[in-house]
């Protein structure tokens, strides 16, 4: 089909409430626009191992996914375990990003995560939140391997200090992005949600104007603009943060107000 389209969806906030909800309504239109033959897939920066039981809750199997915020693209494989096998993996050597950040967040928690997905972490990190398989270490064992990404949380920190000590850091040699909480994502240098989408969109040959992002986070930032910049459309959540809203094309609904749903019933 020559319209055919590439509709990319954030999960937190997106297509998932924050208490892990999905609802009927988006499910509904996920599922029109999968039978209609578009693609359907989720950009996220969730672990591999945490996006993909939102696959199977979504009953889609797309060609590709985004994990890691673009640190880690996925393949479908239906011989792979998972149903899916790393495509394309972007790391970095975390060491002078953990050691220049620490003197300005003394008390902020730290994890790495390697390319199967394994985080190894020192401090405290909510439940659930590093993904299948974690392991505790001391701060220096941190810098051993290449990371696809660091995550910085420090919950004692209003969002402002958390954003003013960010700025401090000057992190010139790798991409972040600040979540909604005082948690930081670092990323390989120039790696973000929208340049993993690009090599899929090329992949599959979809015209840019045909593609639809949609996400509420300061990480959906690059890959909301990736799709105004191609001549597509970049949807915000009602509840993203002005500069996420500044980057998109249109507003939506919130998400508990089924603002995803009310999104796809336009494409």
């Known amino acids: 089909m020559t319209d055919r389209k590439l509709i990319a969806l954030d999960i937190d906030g997106t297509v998932l409430h ?63 375990p998972t149903g899916y096998r790393r495509h394309h993996v972007e790391t970095f050597d975390p060491t002078a990003v953990l050691t220049s950040i620490r003197p300005h967040l003394t008390h902020a928690n730290y994890a ?52 003013a000590a960010v700025e401090l850091m000057g992190l010139h040699q790798v991409s972040y992005n600040v979540g909604w909480t005082a948690w930081l994502d670092i990323a390989p240098d120039g790696v973000n949600k929208s340049t993993a989408l ?16 949609v996400g509420d986070g300061r990480n959906d930032i690059e890959m909301l603009g990736w799709a105004v910049a191609h001549g597509g459309r970049g949807i915000a959540m009602g509840q993203a943060p002005a500069e996420v809203v500044a980057a998109a094309s249109e507003v939506t609904a919130r998400d508990t107000e089924d603002g995803l749903a009310q999104a796809l019933a336009t494409v």
């Open 18 to 80: 924050e208490d892990g909800t999905l609802p009927d309504a988006a499910l509904e239109q996920v599922h029109r626009l999968r039978d209609a033959g578009h693609e359907v897939m989720l950009a996220t920066g969730r672990s591999v191992a945490m996006t993909l039981p939102v696959l199977d809750r979504l009953d889609i199997t797309p060609a590709y996914v985004v994990a890691s915020n673009g640190a880690i693209l996925l393949k479908r494989d239906p011989d792979a």
């Open 112 to 163: 790495v995560e390697d390319e199967t997905g394994v985080y190894r972490y020192t401090g405290w990190f909510p439940d659930g939140a590093l993904g299948a398989v974690s392991h505790e270490v001391p701060f220096e064992q941190l810098c051993r391997e290449p990371a696809t990404r660091v995550v910085v949380i420090s919950p004692g920190h209003a969002m402002e200090e958390f954003l």
């Open 198 to 213: 690009e090599r899929v969109r090329d992949a599959l040959g979809i015209a840019g104007e045909h593609v639809v992002t």
